[in-house]
């Protein structure tokens, strides 16, 4: 069976090497450096404010076309 999910919102965020994608605590898209091959990661910062009001049972994240959507959590 398919999960399904559902866009929460539009942001065309454009995607970096080298960087992880995340939402975060106050519903905003952030992004970290990665760590790679003995290099430091680190250094969150803020690339799109969304001000989204996450859901319990819902995962967050940022989709292909740089917005954010959410799926129902399975709880196995």
């Known amino acids: 069976m398919a999960k399904k999910s ?6 065309d965020v454009k995607r970096e090497k080298g960087f ?3 939402i975060d605590k106050q ?3 952030a992004r970290t450096k990665m760590a790679r091959g003995g290099k430091k990661g680190g250094g969150r910062e803020k690339v799109h404010k969304c001000g989204i009001k996450k859901e319990q049972g ?3 994240y940022l989709d292909k076309q740089g917005g954010v959507s959410r799926s129902k959590m399975v709880n196995a």
């Open 58 to 60: 819902y995962l967050y």
């Open 20 to 22: 992880l994608y995340f």
């Open 6 to 11: 559902e866009k929460v919102v539009k942001a």
């Open 27 to 29: 519903g905003d898209i």
